[in-house]
């Protein structure tokens, strides 16, 4: 368990931000987690990406968070300065980390002074080693997840929405409670669920929210910043990365597909969060225009809303539609909808 004592002060600053280098590193520790076979969504991405890693030599530097022990020093992967930070942004705040953060970062994690192997050369040659990683997370991202990242960064972008609405609507209590099975909130602890030992206090901070399209259930946590705190969740929206969407379950045993037709009752499953047209027809590999015509169907029929957030409409489950998919879905049909 990894348990952090929140004072209030850093309650009432609590952010929402995307962080495209904490991707990089939760994809290779995807990668590394999964040896034989990567789960859908990301077995098709995970198989390329493979590939990649052996035929592409200017990706080798990214090993390094392969070998990263369980805690270790924040600067490989820092908390984001803003809520949208780019790669590029991120790769510039690495290359330019100053030594009193690299020095300071050490003397906690390593006091007696006895740096592994592997952080030696940030030590000995900064400018040089944070260059070569910077350089290989460079190559990585190019190759493994840009061709992803438009997809990546809409569901990312309707997660923070809907995070961010719902931290303006109902306070940080309740955002905390709802934001992931495994991160509970008994005020003023919030306890990741880890196989990790570790407390600390976050006083007078920021505490930033981090939602991950590769988490696949991995919590990451950084203190070492003095003003901020991060918490990595996994996002809603992680089956844009698949080439299809998940194996539905034979007609004969879905109920709610007999009654509503098997393409309503994807949509009636998905909309158990928030989500837009665009995101539904990523998410269920279906084309918009049909997305939108199971839609009007679902509006007229009183189970589904609409509603206006930004220059987004969101759709969302109205309680008989919560009611359809509870008695007709749950005991009947298991659509794999990673989100």
Request: glycine share 6%; charged share 25%.
């Amino acid at each position: 368990m990894i348990r952090i004592e929140i004072d209030e002060p850093t309650l009432s600053r609590t952010r929402i931000a995307i962080n495209p280098l904490a991707e990089v590193a939760c994809s290779l520790f995807l990668l590394e987690r999964h040896p034989a076979a990567v789960p859908w969504p990301y077995d098709g991405w995970a198989r390329r990406t493979r590939e990649i890693l052996r035929t592409d030599p200017s990706t080798a530097p990214v090993s390094l968070y392969l070998k990263l022990p369980s805690v270790s020093p924040d600067f490989l992967c820092p908390p984001p300065d803003g809520p949208m930070p780019s790669i590029g942004e991120q790769l510039g705040q690495l290359r330019e980390t100053s030594p009193d953060v690299i020095e300071a970062e050490f003397a906690k994690h390593y006091p007696d002074g006895n740096l592994p192997e592997l952080m030696r050369p940030f030590r000995d040659d900064r400018r040089a080693a944070l260059d070569r990683l910077a350089g290989g997370v460079r190559a990585y991202w190019d190759a493994a997840i840009a061709p992803y990242w438009p997809a990546m960064r809409a569901a990312l972008d309707e997660e923070v929405l809907l995070r961010a609405r719902a931290l303006a609507a109902e306070g940080p209590d309740a955002l905390l409670s709802r934001l992931h099975d495994r991160i509970r909130w008994e005020r003023p602890v919030l306890t990741l669920v880890k196989p990790l030992e570790q407390s600390f206090e976050a006083v007078n901070q920021r505490l930033v929210l981090v939602p991950l399209i590769f988490s696949r259930g991995a919590l990451l946590c950084s203190g070492d910043q003095p003003d901020r705190i991060m918490v990595t969740y996994q996002s809603r929206g992680s089956a844009v990365l698949a080439g299809g969407v998940a194996p539905a379950p034979p007609a004969a045993d879905d109920r709610l597909a007999i009654l509503v037709g098997r393409g309503r009752a994807a949509v009636l499953r998905a909309l158990s969060t928030p989500a837009t047209t665009t995101a539904l027809s990523t998410a269920l590999g279906l084309a918009p225009s049909t997305i939108s015509e199971h839609l009007a169907g679902l509006l007229a029929a009183g189970v589904v809303h609409r509603r206006r957030a930004g220059r987004r409409v969101l759709y969302q489950l109205e309680p008989a539609g919560t009611a359809l998919v509870t008695l007709l879905g749950e005991d009947s049909a298991r659509t794999e909808f990673v989100s």
